[in-house]
């Protein structure tokens, strides 16, 4: 079965909603901005968020981390929601 005509509508789709996205953003930036949430952050976490599912082919595959680059433009808070830390083990478990 070819998914190229289902993958271009999807990224048709996925442009349109972006292009939404961005003008909810621009309205409510003083609200993102009182909370220290960086916009132009949550608008590229987002696209980069649907670009991964649409490149994804089977189910199983479809997991999402936080790239580096991205997470880094984000307060403390929201870093450690995307990656907590692990805390260490006593030496008598490991």
């Known amino acids: 079965?070819?998914?190229?005509?289902?993958t271009v509508e999807l990224r048709r789709l996925a442009g349109k909603m972006t292009a939404e996205l961005d003008q909810f953003l621009q309205k409510r930036s003083a609200a993102f901005?009182?909370?220290?949430?960086?916009?132009?952050?949550?608008g590229r976490l987002i696209q980069v968020a649907i670009d991964r599912f649409i490149d994804t082919k089977y189910a199983a595959e479809i997991s999402f981390e936080v790239p580096d680059d991205i997470l880094q433009r984000f307060p403390e808070p929201v870093r450690t929601f995307f990656r907590?830390?692990?805390?260490?083990?006593?030496?008598?478990?490991r």
Do not use: L, N, T, Y
């Open 33 to 42: 901005a009182a909370v220290e949430m960086p916009i132009d952050a949550a």
């Open 84 to 93: 907590p830390a692990v805390p260490e083990r006593p030496a008598a478990d």
């Open 1 to 6: 079965m070819d998914a190229g005509p289902a």
